[in-house]
């Protein structure tokens, strides 16, 4: 069900996406060619394909969507914000938190976390976990992607293996 619900929101985004105008790459974009964005931890990074404001990506206003990726071991602690957000994993394996439930998630897992709920993810193995995110805008308010993003827990140690090989832009 979430999966169909994942293409949904993907069509969606393309038949809501603009296309071909000035500064935009078109209908196509190379992940390749977007820089990967690192958390302040040093331990998730993103490339953010349709939306957002980091440029590089096919503009939308109702949808964000892109690739994420947590480093080995690492642990990406508890936080909240108003989207709601879809993950689906493309390969690792991580213990992930939901609200008040947590599962191993591995290739082909669908997560749900709804606006406001705390979630956190765990890589149990020595490669990333590669997974495909989306934001959306609920009833098309976009003012969800401008709310506030909080952690909810202390920011944990991490161990030495939780770092990325190739270098990533910082957000700023």
């Not at 190379?30 to 990506?57: C, H, M, S, Y």
């Not at 990406?76 to 914000?81: D, F, L, P, Q």
């Not at 998630?105 to 997560?111: A, C, F, K, M, P």
């Not at 705390?118 to 590669?130: A, E, G, I, S």
């Amino acid at each position: 069900m979430l999966i169909r619900y994942t293409i949904t929101l993907a069509l969606l985004c393309a038949a809501t996406c603009s296309i071909a105008e000035e500064g935009n790459p078109g209908p196509f974009l190379d992940a390749d060619q977007v820089k990967w964005k690192v958390n302040a931890f040093d331990v998730a990074r993103w490339k953010t394909l349709v939306g957002g404001i980091e440029g590089g990506q096919i503009d939308s206003q109702d949808v964000q969507f892109g690739l994420w990726e947590l480093a080995p071991k690492a642990i990406y602690h508890g936080h909240k914000h108003p989207a709601p957000e879809i993950y689906f994993i493309l390969s690792g394996r991580a213990q992930w938190r939901v609200g008040e439930v947590t599962r191993e998630v591995t290739s082909g897992t669908t997560i749900y976390t709804r606006p406001g709920e705390v979630h956190k993810m765990v890589n149990l193995t020595d490669q990333p976990v590669r997974a495909i995110w989306m934001w959306w805008a609920p009833g098309g308010d976009s003012e969800v992607f401008k709310g506030a993003y909080e952690f909810t827990e202390p920011t944990p140690v991490q161990p030495p293996q939780a770092k990325f090989d190739e270098d990533a832009q910082r957000k700023y």
